[in-house]
């Protein structure tokens, strides 16, 4: 007996001293969005998150196109892991509009904040109605976006043909370039206010962000029902000084649906309990809790976060369960 325990404790420590017995790591890649939105920074304090208190884990924040690049993503496995706006997370799910019938293989994870529908043009413009476009340049954010996404869901509801103005489908940071030498007259963001790339543009230029009327709004929300009639804040950024009516959608982050249930458990688990640390990079993550998961969730949720619900003593309704 003891000769073999001998001979078993020679073999690990040569396959130690070898490195044939390594740590199992498990690299997360995040999808986010531009660098000038919201996206990106909030998902690099997941990262950091993740890495430091999942044991095993080292997470990575990507930059992408966003929402509907994210989804496809996810469900391909290239991230597994994509912050997506609300509508976009249906549509991936049950396979509608840009995603041509197909659908994606992904579950909701955790609730983020939600996102305000930003349409800046420049004061001198004059441009005061989203239905003043016509013949105009634009940009409806970049490709994959889910600020083109919902920006051609508004078109659509309001009647506003998709070929009666020029669309650069510019990223956040492009957007505002474009508005700040004149090659774009409006630029569309669907994102958490204040974001960095208009904090910048307002502090050369004087802007102004084009209000919905409720005749506006009221088919806006009809025509999609992950949208909500919400206000700017005044004060958002420089020369916006009273609330501006819009529209808003929430954010999710999404997982793919294969993903290991301990894994997601782990992964929601840390998330929750150091969520004060993504409040310091951005105070809207304080929208990122337990309870929001269950309230705003738009498909159903991941068994591992289901797990962690329930192991907290809070209730999933059936719609949410797989």
């Known amino acids: 007996m003891k000769r073999t325990h001998i001979i078993?404790?020679?073999l690990f420590l040569t396959l130690v001293f070898t490195g044939a017995v390594v740590a199992k790591t498990t690299f997360i890649s995040i999808g986010t969005g531009g660098t000038g939105?919201?996206?990106y920074p909030y998902g690099g304090g997941v990262a950091e998150i993740w890495s430091k208190y999942v044991k095993g884990v080292r997470a990575v924040a990507e930059v992408t196109g966003a929402s509907v690049e994210n989804v496809k993503l996810a469900h391909k496995g290239e991230t597994v892991i994509g912050e997506v706006m609300a509508d976009t997370v249906i549509a991936g799910y049950e396979g509608l509009s840009k995603f041509k019938g197909k659908k994606h293989n992904i579950l909701s994870m955790a609730i983020m904040y939600p996102n305000v529908l930003q349409v800046v043009t420049l004061k001198k413009s004059g441009i005061t109605n989203i239905e003043q476009l016509k013949g105009r340049n634009i940009s409806t954010g970049s490709p994959g976006s889910g600020t083109n996404f919902m920006a051609e869901a508004v078109f659509k509801a309001l009647g506003i043909p998709l070929d009666s103005f020029k669309d650069s489908r510019l990223s956040f940071t492009e957007s505002?370039?474009?508005?700040r030498d004149g090659t774009i007259e409006v630029g569309f963001w669907c994102v958490g206010p204040p974001t960095s790339s208009i904090l910048d543009l307002s502090t050369t230029h004087d802007i102004s962000v084009i209000e919905f009327t409720p005749e506006q709004t009221k088919k806006?929300?009809?025509y999609n029902k992950a949208y909500t009639s919400v206000d700017l804040f005044a004060g958002a950024y420089r020369g916006v000084d009273k609330a501006v009516p819009t529209i808003g959608v929430m954010n999710v982050i999404i997982a793919q649906k294969s993903l290991d249930t301990d894994l997601v458990y782990n992964l929601v688990k840390a998330l929750y309990e150091h969520n004060d640390y993504l409040?310091?990079?951005?105070?809207?993550?304080a929208f990122t809790t337990p309870e929001n998961a269950v309230k705003?969730?738009?498909i159903p949720l991941h068994p591992g976060t289901i797990k962690y619900l329930k192991e907290k003593n809070i209730a999933v309704p059936a719609r949410l369960i797989p």
């Open 176 to 179: 505002a370039n474009a508005l």
């Open 296 to 298: 705003y969730a738009p």
């Open 279 to 285: 409040v310091k990079i951005h105070p809207l993550a």
């Open 220 to 222: 806006i929300v009809a």
């Open 37 to 39: 939105g919201v996206y």
């Open 8 to 10: 078993l404790s020679i």
